[in-house]
């Protein structure tokens, strides 16, 4: 009796070892993982472009000093995007697969 219920422990704990990976989530593909810091970045480049403008309307900042900080801000809004652009287009050339490159 003892030696059955020893028997059905290890079959319980081997067919948890051998089904385990498939209660784990997949592991995201690096595009993706290189995509959500990008985004987040590019919500607030925005964000602070937005109150950047505020600031200025509401007279916080001078000319001077609003046209600095916009086109610094600015500049990093385009890297961004360019980024996220050259990620879609690598994503859009590996669905095309190999016949896409003929």
């Known amino acids: 009796m003892m030696a059955e219920a020893g028997l059905v422990a290890l079959a ?6 051998v089904l ?7 592991p995201p593909p690096a ?3 290189e995509r959500e810091p990008l985004l987040a970045a ?3 480049v925005y964000r602070a472009l937005r109150d950047l403008d505020l600031d200025h309307e509401t007279g916080k ?3 001077g000093d609003y046209a600095a900080l916009r ?3 600015q500049a ?3 890297a961004v995007l360019r980024r996220l652009d050259a990620l ?5 050339d590996a669905s095309a697969g190999p016949e896409g490159a003929n």
């Open 12 to 17: 319980c704990a081997a067919a948890v070892f």
């Open 20 to 26: 385990s990976p498939l209660w784990r989530p997949a």
């Open 31 to 33: 595009q993706d993982a």
């Open 42 to 44: 590019h919500e607030a």
């Open 61 to 63: 900042l001078t000319d």
């Open 71 to 73: 086109a610094g801000y």
């Open 76 to 78: 990093e809004a385009v």
């Open 88 to 92: 879609a287009i690598s994503e859009r």
